[in-house]
């Protein structure tokens, strides 16, 4: 009895000094709270998703109330940013025009994870003459630069839905669009391009995770392919994959902007922070306050997804000490 009591507390002394097992998400998540310039950036992000969804009482105006006799008024104590050339308050078509900035980051980074995910793990598993047409089909997809598949895209929805025809296809598809502000087809450009690089990644992740031990284990003891896949593999290419994909957001966020810059984003008067650039860079010599705003917004929002990006990207590297 002497000797088992004995035992005994000598376990428990090891099982004390022996360090508990930490997972990998746990482990992500204390180096990201440990990072300075990610929690800075999330914050920030934090904010700017408060200020979309309460721009209807945060902005002191609405996007289209505008006087003649505050046309390109410059910064007072009534206006703090300014008008533009229509009399319109700058501060609150900037705090409506995150709402579009942030919808086509989330909805950019949600439409590609999804289909890049899919697409790269039917590919990788099942390999052979499937993995062979799927990748060819990206392969074909690469070789038109993303920029320009976009405007064409653009360039097609503007020019064939823009006639109202209602109870046909065309009109339906004009009209969901017309009620997004011209959101739909920009969500549907970027999300027909967005995919390529995220599928091509899962795939090859896919490919050296089903080779792995604890994967050939699970086949020899009969597991099912729907157990293979989504027990065993695709918890291994998450992480990964998130990481990729945060990077990718303020990629979704120059898009829109760009395309709005160039006449072909949001619909006219929905506020866009590259519609604002357009509508301000002809007078900024004169009225520099026109373009400086929405180019601090752009700005400030990109650094706080790159740095939270960043962030992201760090804490999931395995070479990471804890």
Same mark, same amino acid.
């Given at each position: !009895?002497?000797?088992?009591?004995?035992? *005994?507390?000598?376990?428990?002394?090891?099982?004390?000094?022996?360090?508990? =097992? @930490?997972?990998?998400?746990?482990?992500?998540?204390?180096?990201?709270?440990?990072?300075? =310039?990610?929690?800075? $950036?999330? /914050?920030?992000?934090?904010?700017?998703?408060?200020?979309?969804?309460?721009?209807?009482?945060?902005?002191?105006?609405?996007?289209?109330?505008? *006087?003649?006799? &505050?046309?390109?008024?410059?910064?007072?104590?009534? @206006?703090?940013?300014?008008? &533009?050339?229509? $009399?319109?308050?700058? #501060?609150?078509?900037?705090?409506?025009? =995150?709402?579009?900035? /942030?919808?086509?980051?989330?909805?950019?980074?949600?439409?590609?994870?999804?289909?890049?995910?899919? %697409?790269?793990?039917?590919?990788?598993?099942?390999?052979?003459?499937?993995?062979?047409? !799927?990748?060819?089909?990206?392969?074909? #997809?690469?070789?038109?630069?993303?920029?320009?598949?976009?405007?064409?895209?653009?360039?097609?929805?503007?020019?064939?839905?823009?006639?109202?025809?209602?109870?046909?296809?065309?009109?339906?598809?004009?009209?969901?669009? *017309?009620?997004?502000?011209? !959101?739909?087809?920009?969500?549907?450009?970027?999300?027909?391009?967005?995919? /390529?690089? !995220?599928? *091509?990644?899962?795939?090859?992740?896919?490919?050296?995770?089903?080779?792995?031990?604890?994967?050939?284990?699970?086949?020899?003891?009969?597991?099912?392919?729907?157990?293979?896949?989504?027990? @065993?593999?695709?918890?291994?290419?998450?992480? +990964?994959?998130?990481?990729?994909?945060?990077?990718?957001? +303020?990629?979704?966020?120059? %898009?829109?902007?760009?395309?709005?810059?160039?006449?072909?984003?949001?619909?006219?008067?929905?506020?866009?922070?590259?519609? #604002?650039?357009?509508?301000?860079?002809?007078?900024?010599?004169? @009225?520099?306050?026109?373009?400086?705003?929405?180019?601090? =917004?752009?700005?400030?929002?990109?650094?706080?997804?790159?740095?939270?990006?960043?962030?992201?990207? &760090?804490?999931?590297?395995?070479?990471?000490?804890?």
């Amino acid at each position: !009895m002497f000797k088992e009591r004995q035992i *005994r507390r000598e376990i428990r002394k090891l099982s004390r000094r022996t360090p508990k =097992a @930490h997972s990998l998400w746990r482990d992500a998540w204390r180096r990201l709270i440990r990072n300075k =310039a990610a929690i800075a $950036g999330g /914050l920030i992000i934090f904010a700017l998703i408060i200020i979309a969804a309460g721009a209807n009482w945060i902005a002191p105006y609405t996007y289209t109330e505008g *006087r003649i006799q &505050d046309n390109y008024l410059h910064p007072n104590s009534e @206006h703090w940013m300014g008008c &533009d050339f229509m $009399g319109r308050d700058i #501060m609150s078509r900037i705090i409506y025009g =995150a709402r579009i900035s /942030l919808s086509a980051a989330f909805v950019g980074a949600l439409t590609s994870f999804f289909i890049g995910v899919i %697409y790269g793990l039917t590919s990788g598993f099942f390999g052979g003459k499937v993995d062979n047409v !799927m990748m060819r089909f990206v392969d074909i #997809m690469f070789g038109f630069p993303t920029l320009i598949l976009i405007i064409l895209l653009m360039v097609y929805f503007k020019s064939t839905f823009s006639v109202i025809e209602p109870g046909t296809f065309r009109g339906v598809m004009s009209a969901i669009d *017309r009620s997004m502000g011209g !959101m739909f087809f920009i969500f549907i450009g970027i999300g027909v391009t967005s995919w /390529l690089g !995220m599928a *091509r990644l899962i795939r090859g992740m896919v490919l050296s995770v089903r080779e792995k031990e604890y994967v050939e284990a699970a086949r020899a003891v009969g597991a099912p392919r729907t157990r293979l896949l989504f027990r @065993h593999i695709f918890p291994n290419v998450l992480g +990964p994959a998130i990481v990729a994909q945060a990077l990718q957001i +303020p990629g979704f966020i120059l %898009y829109e902007a760009f395309l709005s810059f160039i006449g072909l984003g949001v619909n006219p008067p929905t506020p866009s922070w590259g519609m #604002m650039l357009s509508e301000g860079y002809v007078g900024m010599r004169s @009225h520099f306050h026109l373009v400086l705003w929405p180019a601090v =917004a752009i700005s400030i929002t990109l650094f706080a997804f790159n740095f939270l990006g960043d962030g992201v990207r &760090d804490a999931f590297d395995p070479r990471q000490t804890r």
